[in-house]
């Protein structure tokens, strides 16, 4: 392979997303798995999972010193070094040790931590790399790869777990080896991200910021968000959006997990891992591709109400699997997780329209909104509350709760002329 191959985009951002999605997808999805795995309830469980995405929001805090470092190459391998460490750490504990969950909790935020700081540093080393009308070519590539690894993390490596589980008849054996493979599969990445990564080009110098600098300069950016018009009718309709899928994103796999006594499915980890992690990831990345292209063709604005209509739409797949349960159906479950997350990744681009005018072009190569500080800020407390609101209302009542935010979101739109606000501020 020539030199000028190797370092081609199309090397190096496949290596560089999957390095970034593996353990992210550990941290976001393969985590709440293990909570309930291992004892938690799925009102603790909630509450981790919607913790760990803190780092998400705080890294932003960090954007003014990262975006002026030249060294973004050096950055990138010592962060991968230390999330493969924190990697290895969950299988050695996990192997060795009788597993708590807050232990357990606390590797996985340490590795969230990372793995805020992975993505906010191979943003901005694509950005550097890569020519403003370049980066829109590679945005493709940068999704396949990304929803790639996410099939292999979170849904061929889960259900070889739940074969680990009945092979080694032990939770903590199945979760070792697991994590063990997912370490594994992710030092590969950081070994070919040595190889295939580039100094990025036109070095910068920069006045030298300490961590108050950086800290207060965000602060600024923040009083230029709020001095912004309507900004606050904005973020209540974005809220109010995304209010359903922020309660269905932990109690789903609450819902499939638990036993039929208690309202769930009674699913095994295998069928998790196919349903959710493999059909249902499929589903989102086309939902996302298709609502894009939509977008892309049709107009931001012109498409706004489609996108959320739609988005509303992704609970009714929950509703009526708990209403009319078909255990050991796995052909139904599969086509209602593929409804459900393919009307979730459609309608997440309604983000397209929001994110722009709060955060200007800050995040305009991300292809994750799960991982812009604004949108995660306005999920995390809806998670961390859906496992209580679950136990409490019943999974019928609760899921009916979520199909119903849908026209209350609508009129929030409506009442707060959001499509007008962001058209005249276009």
């Given at each position: 392979m020539s030199t000028r191959k190797l370092y081609s985009p199309w090397v190096w951002i496949p290596t560089l997303c999957a390095a970034g999605e593996i353990p992210s997808t550990v941290v976001m999805f393969v985590a709440?798995?293990?909570?309930?795995?291992?004892?938690?309830?799925?009102?603790?469980?909630?509450?981790?999972?919607?913790?760990?995405?803190?780092?998400?929001?705080?890294?932003?805090?960090?954007?003014?010193?990262?975006s002026k470092a030249g060294a973004f190459k050096r950055y990138?391998?010592?962060?991968?070094?230390?999330?493969?460490?924190?990697?290895?750490?969950i299988a050695v504990y996990?192997?060795?040790?009788?597993?708590?969950?807050?232990?357990?909790?606390?590797?996985?935020?340490?590795?969230?931590?990372?793995?805020?700081?992975?993505?906010?540093?191979?943003?901005?080393?694509?950005?550097r790399m890569l020519h403003p009308r370049q980066q829109p070519l590679?945005?493709?590539?940068?999704?396949?790869?990304?929803?790639?690894?996410?099939?292999?993390?979170?849904?061929?490596?889960?259900?070889?777990?739940?074969?680990?589980?009945?092979?080694?008849?032990s939770y903590h054996k199945a979760w070792a080896m697991e994590s063990s493979l997912v370490a594994g599969g992710f030092l590969v990445?950081?070994?070919?991200?040595?190889?295939?990564?580039?100094?990025?080009?036109?070095?910068?110098?920069?006045?030298?910021?300490?961590?108050?600098?950086?800290?207060?300069?965000?602060?600024?950016?923040?009083?230029?968000?709020?001095?912004?018009?309507?900004?606050?009718?904005?973020?209540?309709?974005?809220?109010?959006?995304?209010?359903?899928?922020?309660?269905?994103?932990?109690?789903?796999?609450?819902?499939?997990?638990?036993?039929?006594?208690?309202?769930g499915l009674s699913c095994s980890v295998q069928d998790v891992g196919f349903a959710q992690g493999t059909i249902g990831?499929?589903?989102?990345?086309?939902?996302?591709?298709?609502?894009?292209?939509?977008?892309?063709?049709n107009g931001l604005q012109s498409m706004f109400w489609t996108a959320a209509v739609v988005l509303s739409l992704s609970p009714l797949s929950y509703v009526l699997m708990a209403y009319y349960p078909q255990q050991n159906n796995m052909l139904l479950l599969c086509c209602m997780t593929f409804f459900a997350q393919l009307c979730f990744g459609f309608g997440l681009n309604v983000c397209r329209v929001f994110v722009p005018?709060?955060?200007?072009?800050?995040?305009?190569?991300?292809?994750?909104?799960?991982?812009?500080?604004?949108?995660?800020?306005?999920?995390?407390?809806p998670m961390a509350l859906s496992g209580w609101l679950a136990c409490e209302l019943g999974y019928h009542i609760f899921f009916l709760l979520c199909i119903a935010m849908a026209p209350v979101a609508w009129c929030v739109l409506g009442i707060c002329k959001t499509k007008k606000i962001l058209t005249e501020n276009d």
């Open positions: 709440l798995i293990m909570f309930m795995q291992f004892g938690a309830t799925p009102v603790v469980s909630s509450v981790c999972g919607a913790l760990l995405f803190l780092p998400w929001v705080t890294k932003s805090y960090f954007y003014s010193k990262v990138l391998h010592i962060c991968e070094s230390l999330m493969f460490l924190c990697l290895m750490g996990i192997a060795y040790a009788k597993v708590h969950v807050w232990v357990l909790f606390s590797f996985l935020f340490v590795l969230s931590c990372f793995c805020a700081w992975h993505e906010l540093l191979a943003r901005l080393y694509y950005r590679f945005m493709g590539t940068k999704l396949l790869s990304s929803q790639v690894a996410q099939v292999i993390t979170y849904g061929v490596l889960i259900i070889v777990a739940g074969f680990f589980e009945v092979f080694f008849r990445f950081l070994v070919l991200n040595i190889i295939v990564l580039q100094n990025p080009k036109q070095m910068e110098r920069y006045r030298h910021e300490t961590l108050v600098d950086t800290v207060k300069n965000e602060l600024h950016v923040l009083s230029r968000i709020q001095q912004k018009p309507h900004v606050l009718p904005i973020l209540l309709s974005l809220f109010f959006l995304l209010l359903p899928q922020a309660l269905m994103f932990n109690t789903r796999v609450f819902f499939l997990l638990d036993a039929v006594e208690q309202g990831v499929l589903a989102f990345s086309i939902g996302m591709a298709w609502g894009r292209t939509m977008m892309k063709n005018y709060i955060s200007e072009q800050r995040y305009r190569t991300t292809t994750n909104f799960l991982y812009v500080p604004v949108v995660v800020s306005l999920m995390i407390l």
